[in-house]
């Protein structure tokens, strides 16, 4: 999406809740963006919202994943276009897709394991 704001929010939620599986209920980690909290917004039933602290990157590993999107595949690049950005945004997401144990290994917090 060209902007990030409640209506584009509203989509999203929207879009998750119907790949959800009947029955199921999809928890949503959000950071303290401001359309992430807006009364605006429309939360379908299939899914809850949980707030992380108002600065905690340590709990948040997609921070991660788009540091390394940053670093392996889109820094020092100039792109032409805005459709030239998407594509390439869209490109590099869909490389680190096939390479589930990069995002494993990026993910993972060895304090929030199960111990064994």
């Not at 902007?3 to 999203?12: G, P, Y």
């Not at 949503?28 to 919202?49: E, F, T, Y």
């Not at 390439?88 to 680190?96: E, F, R, S, T, Y």
């Not at 993972?108 to 394991?113: F, V």
């Amino acid at each position: 999406m060209p902007k990030v704001n409640i209506e584009a929010m509203n989509q999203h939620l929207a879009e998750i809740s119907s790949a959800v599986s009947l029955g199921a209920i999809a928890l949503l980690i959000l950071d303290g963006a401001g359309w992430h909290s807006s009364p605006k917004l429309v939360v379908p039933d299939n899914i809850v919202l949980l707030p992380l602290p108002p600065y905690a990157p340590e709990l948040n590993p997609t921070e991660n994943i788009w540091e390394y999107l940053r670093a392996n595949a889109l820094s020092n690049r100039v792109w032409d276009s805005y459709d030239a950005i998407v594509g390439a945004c869209c490109d590099a997401w869909n490389a680190l897709m096939t390479k589930p144990d990069v995002i494993t290994s990026i993910g993972t917090r060895q304090w929030a394991q199960v111990k064994t």
